[in-house]
Structure formats: C-alpha cells, structure tokens
C-alpha cells in the first residue's frame, strides 16, 4: 500500500508544502557540499598560512621549553605560565577554527538556507525500528549513498595517487638536505596534495548537490487526493466558500450601485440588461464600464440612475454588445468605440440642446460582434 501510495504522488509539490515542509525542517542539505567546503577552508588556511603558524608554533613551543626555575618552584607563577602557555596555544589556533566555523555555515546554508526548527528534535520511536532500519538500508537512497561513498573514495583516492607520483622527485630529494629545512620541505608538499585533495571532493558534491535536491522533489510530491486535500483546507467548506462568494457579490453589487450617479449615461436593453459608462476627456483613453447587470441589477440601476439625473439611453443592441463584451471597471472594447461616441454624442445634445437631440437609429456595431437577444449572457 505504501508503495502504490508513493506511485501515485506524481505531481509536483505546490508552494503550501513546501513552506510547510520547510519549517519542519525539511530541505535539501548536502553533508558532501559542507564537508567540502571546510576541508577546502582547512587546506586553504594550512598552504597559505602555513609559515604564520609554523612561526607561532615554535615561539609557543620555545616558550613552553624554557621553563625558568624560580617558576617551577612556586606552584602559583607554575599556574599562571601554563595558563599563558595554553592562551598562546588556543590564539594560534583561533584564526583557522574561525575559517572552518564560517565555512562550516556557509555549507549548511548554501543549499536550503537558513531553518531554525525543532520538530527535527522531537522523539520519534519508529527511528529506532531496526526492520525499517534495514530498509533504509538496502533502499533505493541507501544504494545511492552507497555509490556516493564509493565515488568519493575514487576521486579521493585517484587524485592522491596522481599528486604523490606527481611529488615523488621532491619526496626522494627530502633525503639529502638539510634537516633544518626538511620539515617546512615536507610542510609544503602535504599542504599541496591537501588543497588538491579538498578540492577533489567537490566534485563529488557538484554530484550530491542536485541529488538531493532531485531527493527532495520527490519526496514532497503530492498525488490528487492530496491537491484536493489542501484545496479543501486553504478554501474551507463548500458552504464556506458558497456565503464568501455570496458575500463579494454583494459587496460589489453596491459598489456598483454607489458607481452609478457618477456615470455620463446608463445605456438599457432597456428591460434586462443596463450598463453604465463613464468618461473624463483629458484623464481617460476611453469610456469606463462603472456598472452593469441584469434583470433586478438592470432596474435598480435604471432607478438610481432616474433619480440622480443620469440619462437613460434605450440601445438594446449596444446594450447587449457592451453586457456580453465589456468588463467592469474596464475601458470598453475597441470594438465598441464608435458606437459609444455615437452614444455620448447624443447624450452632449440632450445636455445643451434637447430639442435637436436625435437617438441614432445605427450603432455602427461591427458584425464580429454578436448583439442577438438568443446568445448567451455572462453572469456578473
């Protein structure tokens, strides 16, 4: 069952798991990346650094060496020397460790960022299943962490192959100088093959690195059920969403109605659609659609409009083409430019001069659009 459950989950995970997986913690992570990098950092520091500490070192050793006797004898100035002895000691170290903690961050974090969560930590007894144990052994990710370790140990081994053969002169000609030098001699040539062996174990995490992002996918992928299931949760109950949507109706049908005083004309069907039109010459492109609506809509809208002295314009087929083609608080269609300065001409000469006023008897309406009483409607 569990298997079948895992072939089902073929599509991708939506953004709501993935921040929910995120803050339990469950991001790509690569050990190989992070190991990488401090052992880069610690190669780095060693090879170029290497003549500060070698300096460093031999004071604090010479210091600690030359014990003076007047020391010796008195237990407290016995303490204090170890004390500097040891401070000296911790402050020769303390620029590498600060390289490697910053790295060691840098590594954890470059992959899937920062992720501070605690469920990671909470008890979990299955872990402690030794038959599921042995599954994740022998599973699919287990191989592959398998074939990760024996790659790695290739590289790895491959590359310090290839560095001692490259050094073998230098190695051979450590034998007749002088003592004093051979040590910073063998110095230099183990900080060489130890930055070229950090360096090799990043191609390993150029492999690791997809890998576990490809791992990850995987494991956060979601069948249907599971999309319908987080549907359901992020938009509540059917009748939850049925009164929300009852709800914004409402609201903008009253923003709509609070929108028809200020409108130029309410053109009608005139009994079962209404639209109203608004324009600022100067500030808009073309007429808005401040309203519109059927039936009910269309005569509250009608009444508003008589009662505010908006102008009321009978043009069932304008009245149509703007019902089915125009979209609220939107400019009207291209189309329909014509036909709306037909109509807002007219409304001008009932402004000024009512009595030459003449309704336009075509609306010059393109034939691409269909203004057929029998086509259907949009529901706004």
């Known amino acids: ?116 969560s605690l469920e990671p930590l909470a008890l979990d007894f299955t872990r402690l299943d030794p038959v599921a144990g042995l599954q994740r052994v022998f599973s699919r990710d287990g191989l592959a962490e398998l074939l990760k370790a024996t790659l790695k140990a290739l590289v790895v081994g491959t590359l310090l192959s290839l560095v001692l053969w490259s050094q073998r002169h ?17 110095g230099q040539i183990c900080g060489h093959a130890f930055v070229w062996l950090a360096s090799a174990t990043l191609l390993v995490a150029a492999v690791d690195v997809p890998w576990q992002i490809v791992q990850l996918n ?56 209404a639209v109203a039109l608004g324009y600022e010459q100067g500030r808009q492109r073309a007429p808005v659609v401040l309203a519109m609506g059927a039936d009910q809509v269309a005569l509250r809208m009608r009444e508003i409009a008589l009662e505010h002295a908006v102008p009321v314009v009978e043009a069932p087929p304008l009245a149509r083409a703007l019902y089915r083609y125009a979209e609220l608080e939107q400019e009207i269609p291209v189309a329909l430019y014509n036909a709306v300065a037909l109509l807002l001409a007219y409304v001008y000469q009932l402004r000024s001069l009512p009595q030459r006023a003449e309704l336009p008897r075509d609306w010059a309406i393109p034939p691409e659009i269909d203004t057929s009483a029998q086509a259907p409607m949009p529901v706004h």
């Not at 006797?69 to 004390?83: K, N, S, T």
């Not at 059917?238 to 109706?249: D, F, S």
Request: hydrophobic share 50%; charged share 20%.
């Open 170 to 186: 230098a190695l051979l000609a450590l034998l007749g100088v002088d003592p004093a030098l051979a040590p910073m001699l063998l």
């Open 218 to 273: 995987n494991r956060l992928k979601m069948s249907r059920q599971d999309q319908k299931d987080e549907l359901r949760e992020s938009e509540g109950s059917p009748q939850v969403r049925q009164r929300l949507r009852a709800l914004q109706r409402e609201r903008a049908r009253k923003r709509m109605m609070a929108a028809v005083p200020k409108a130029d004309v309410v053109v009608t069907n005139p009994q079962h659609f």
């Open 1 to 116: 069952m569990a298997e079948q459950g895992a072939q089902d989950r073929e599509l991708p995970a939506s953004a709501k798991r993935r921040q929910q997986a995120r803050q339990k913690g469950q991001v790509a992570r690569s050990r190989d990346l992070s190991s990488s990098l401090l052992l880069l950092a610690s190669a780095a520091g060693v090879f170029y650094g290497g003549w500060w500490f070698s300096a460093r070192a031999t004071l604090v050793l010479g210091a600690a060496l030359h014990l003076p006797a007047a020391v010796g004898r008195d237990p407290g100035r016995m303490l204090e020397f170890a004390g500097g002895i040891v401070g000296g000691g911790l402050l020769l170290g303390l620029p590498l460790l600060l390289l490697c903690f910053a790295m060691a961050i840098v590594g954890g974090v470059a992959l899937g960022g920062w992720v501070f």
